[in-house]
Structures are given as structure tokens and as C-alpha cells.
């Protein structure tokens, strides 16, 4: 048995819930490793259609252990709505744990990341403004508050009077507004806790366990590579590592146990909030492959930007995450398209590169250098094996594969769990 982690090897939103939730049936434990609710995976399954924010999309599987890991930062009252969300629908959450280790998300959190998101004006990041990355910071500071410390009364009132001296602050004197109240926030969160207690837990020795019995164990990101604070577009990132690296240190497994690293990626590329996005289209194409996905936020509503595959950035993912393989989903969305492009290298100040530029300057100078291919102009969303796509559809997935140097393991032809097209079966 071994360890899969499944990534997003764009910007996000590249249907990493299916594909985990597929997977998922073939594993014993489910861990999310990184991120907060600022995520969105939506699953669609015999129970009905779901969009998941923090508990693992493993949770449909009885058998199933499913852990948030160290690596989430957590909002209590998110996660125990989601929990009651699922229970109303008839799924069983008791095989749900919930690190000791991972960081809260706390009212001042979700309030500052309003407040500087605000004073950025024309410079804002486009965050979620859920308090994910103030609550990060946090923690690289040693100012969190960690799950665990709802099993502490005392302890807790102790860290939260101290930390919320010097938010109060910043909240009146920097920003204007009223302060937080300690009492209110130790209540309510004294609240969260008893609620949660039974499922805190001491999650690396579950993790150890679990590998001394050979279980297959999978780690689901959340999140693209793209928008790694280190190897993303910064400052236009999120908070937390979403890479197959961030799997280990999210979860407590070391990076020995992981065989495979499966990138989940998009037919095309869609982007949400602020950044460079070298293949963006804003013309008619763009907002066709909009409305035909319905490519809008599971977390925020939000439109997502669409653009062509960009081979560039995908290789550079696939390159820092030591994929293995790759998942392609929404590939049926190009069904009507009579031409697809394929972004293949940059320009930039009149020179054809083929890196992909931590500069967030030079990324915004950067023309796509496009390969055209045609397209297959028929239905794919009934074809479950992939010698029955047609030939520009096999010869589009070909150029990906070649493109990124990973081969195609799954190929997902629509939303629901059995349009899948499994092309190289994933052994765990």
C-alpha cells in the first residue's frame, strides 16, 4: 500500500473533489493538508450535490478515516456548520478528526483580512476575506491559537487575552473600528470546543498507525501550485503551501511514504482574484467557456477567469511537484469548439522563453505563443473509454501529456462521479 497525494496544478478550482472523491474509494484515510474555507471542492454523488469547504471529500466512503490536517487553518464555526450540513443529508460523519495541531481561525482574522484588503485599493490581492491568511501569519509569528487549546479553558483565556491586547490595537488605532471583546470571543469559542473535543485528536499517530497497517492513505490539496506563496505569483498566492512538499509538512507524513503526486488540471485554465494570467481570454471565447462550465467560485460565486491551457506554467508545476501523472477534467467543455490553442512557450521583450518568470512584472509582459490544433466537435460527456474519444480529442490529450511530461491517468468528461475516463489506472 502507499501514499497518493493529489494536487491542483494550476490556479485552483481544477475539480480536484471529483477526482479525490474517486479515489477515495480505493483509500482507508483521507488527510486535507493545507489552506482554510477559502477553498471550494464540489462533489456530486449518490447523496446529491455538495460543495466542501474544509472536511475532506473522502467523507461519502463509510469506511473512510478523514482527517484536516495541521496544515488547515480552521474556522470552527465553518466546520461544524458543514458537519451538520452533511449529517441533515444523511452522511455519516464519525470517522471525521481534526488535528490537535492545526491553527483557528479567530474573529480578528476574518475582520483585518477585510480591513487590508480594503486599504489596498487598486492593489487589493482579491482574497476571500475569510481570515485565511491574517491566521497564517499568525502562526509563522507565534501569535495562533491552535485546536487544541479549545481543550485548555484556562490556558486559552491566558493566549487570547494576550493576543487580542495587541489586535484591539491595530483594530481602533489603525483601522478606526470598535474593539473585540475577550469574553465574547472565549465564550463562543469555549462553545466551538466542547462541540469539537471529540474529534481533536493527536492525528500524526493516527497517521503512523495507519501506515504500520499498510492502509493506502491519500492527501488532498487544496488550491493550484500557482498560487504557492514561494513558487506561485506572488503576492498573488494564498497563504499555505498547496505543493506536494505542503502535503508532508500538512499532514505529519514524511515525504518518503508519498509514491505517488497526481496534478489535477483543467482542458483549459481558469484563474480567480487578482495575478497575471499570461492565456486569458477576454473576448467571446473566454466568456463561451464560462457559461458553458458554469466557471464560477464554489467558494466566493465569483466569475473565474478562462483562458487556454498554458503548458508553461504546468510544466513548471508539474516540474516542482514531482508529478507522476495527471488528472484532465472538464475536457467536455471544448466539445463545441472548432479550434483549441495550446499555450507552448512566452514572449517576453521580444524573446520566446519557455520558464515560467517569477516576476510578477515580466509574467505581465508575457505574450502566449500559441500551437493550434483542431477540435473534435462532438460529445464526449458518454464515452468511457478513452480509444473511443475522437482522434483530435485523443490527439489534444497526446499534447498535453507530451507538453507537461506527465502521463493522463484520469480523464473526467463531466461533473457526476461515473463520467470518467480512467486511462492509466492509479494503484495505490
Known amino acids: ?242 505543493l506536494a512538499g505542503g502535503s508532508c509538512l500538512g499532514s505529519g507524513i514524511g515525504p518518503k511514504q508519498v509514491k505517488s503526486i497526481l496534478g489535477v488540471v483543467k482542458a483549459y485554465c481558469t484563474r480567480v482574484g487578482g495575478g497575471p494570467m499570461p492565456t486569458e481570454l477576454t473576448d467571446e471565447t473566454g466568456d463561451s467557456i464560462r457559461e458553458l462550465a458554469h466557471e464560477y467560485g464554489t467558494t466566493t460565486g465569483r466569475p473565474r477567469r478562462c483562458g487556454w491551457f498554458d503548458a508553461v506554467a504546468t510544466r513548471f508545476s508539474a516540474r516542482v511537484n514531482s508529478l507522476t501523472g495527471i488528472a484532465i477534467t472538464r475536457l467536455d467543455v471544448l466539445d463545441t469548439l472548432p479550434r483549441l490553442k495550446i499555450c507552448t512557450g512566452y514572449k517576453l521583450e521580444g524573446e520566446v522563453i519557455n520558464y515560467f518568470p517569477a516576476s510578477i512584472s515580466a509574467l505581465n509582459k508575457c505574450q502566449p505563443v500559441y500551437e493550434e490544433l483542431p477540435g473534435w466537435q462532438s460529445a464526449t460527456s458518454h464515452i468511457r473509454d478513452y480509444e473511443q474519444l475522437p482522434a483530435e480529442a485523443r490527439q489534444y490529450v497526446a499534447r498535453l501529456e507530451e507538453l507537461t511530461a506527465c502521463p493522463a491517468n484520469i480523464i473526467s468528461v463531466g461533473p457526476e462521479r461515473e463520467q470518467t475516463i480512467h486511462k492509466i489506472p492509479l494503484l495505490f
Open 1 to 242: 500500500m502507499s501514499v497518493i497525494a493529489v494536487i491542483g496544478a494550476q490556479w485552483g478550482d481544477e475539480g480536484k473533489g471529483k477526482i479525490v472523491d474517486l479515489l477515495a474509494e480505493k483509500a482507508r484515510v483521507v488527510v486535507r493538508f493545507s489552506g482554510g474555507d477559502n477553498a471550494g471542492h464540489t462533489v456530486i454523488n449518490q447523496y446529491g450535490e455538495f460543495g466542501l469547504h474544509i472536511i475532506p471529500s473522502g467523507i461519502f466512503y463509510p469506511g473512510v478515516t478523514c482527517i484536516v490536517g495541521n496544515g488547515v487553518v480552521i474556522n470552527p464555526e465553518i466546520l461544524i456548520g458543514e458537519i451538520s450540513q452533511l449529517e441533515q443529508r444523511g452522511v455519516d460523519t464519525g470517522r471525521l478528526f481534526i488535528s490537535d495541531r492545526a491553527h483557528l481561525i479567530m474573529p480578528y482574522h476574518t475582520l483585518l483580512d477585510g480591513l487590508e484588503e480594503e486599504s489596498r485599493g487598486g492593489n487589493a490581492i482579491g482574497t476571500t476575506r475569510k481570515g485565511i491568511g491574517p491566521a497564517f501569519a499568525d502562526k509563522t509569528a507565534r501569535l495562533g491559537i491552535r485546536v487544541g487549546d479549545l481543550l485548555e479553558k484556562e490556558a486559552l483565556l491566558e493566549r487570547l487575552r494576550f493576543i487580542l491586547e495587541s489586535k484591539n490595537a491595530i483594530l481602533t488605532r489603525v483601522y478606526g473600528v470598535e474593539p473585540l471583546s475577550v469574553d465574547e470571543i472565549y465564550s463562543r469559542y469555549c462553545r466551538y470546543g466542547e462541540l469539537l473535543a471529540p474529534r481533536i485528536r493527536e492525528t500524526v499517530v493516527m497517521l503512523s498507525a495507519a501506515l504500520d497497517r499498510n492502509e493506502p492513505i491519500m492527501l488532498e490539496g487544496a488550491q493550484g501550485a500557482l498560487l504557492d506563496p514561494d513558487f506561485g505569483t506572488y503576492p498573488y498566492t494564498t497563504s499555505s503551501s498547496p
